[in-house]
């Protein structure tokens, strides 16, 4: 299983950005972002298969934007007009089978970071 290292969490003013890195990608085909706020399941936020197909939940659509730099083994998460709603523990997670579209639902992947903080405060 692929060793991720998720980073870049931290704090952040409503309205503003943040970028999510997780390395340790090196043999997913699929990869995804989910988040788990305290009280709350764990919720997939986007995935990506191949570099080229994405996949949103509804709630993060056109704020976040998910990729994938296969030279760099990385896969980022970047978070723009961020909402307190946005606060949680973020999670990278991957996979070895090529999924289309990808999912976003937490059984499709085998591998999984640590996870990362990130707070908006209104």
């Known amino acids: 299983q692929a060793q991720l290292v998720e980073s870049g969490g931290g704090s952040a003013q409503a309205g503003g950005s943040l970028r999510l890195s997780c390395a340790g990608a090196?043999?997913?085909?699929?990869m995804a972002w989910f988040r788990q706020a305290p009280g709350k399941e764990r919720e997939g936020v986007a995935a990506?298969?191949?570099?080229?197909?994405?996949a949103y939940a509804e709630l993060v659509k056109g704020r976040f934007i998910i990729s994938l730099d296969n030279a760099r083994n990385t896969l980022y998460l970047q978070m723009n007009s961020l909402k307190p709603e946005d606060t949680a523990m973020y999670y990278c997670?991957?996979?070895?089978?090529?999924?289309?579209?990808?999912?976003?639902?937490?059984?499709?992947?085998?591998?999984w970071g640590q996870g990362t903080q990130v707070t908006v405060s209104s």
């Open positions: 997670a991957a996979t070895v089978t090529f999924w289309l579209p990808p999912p976003l639902s937490s059984d499709s992947y085998h591998s």
């Open positions: 090196e043999y997913a085909n699929t």
């Open positions: 990506i298969t191949g570099g080229a197909k994405m």
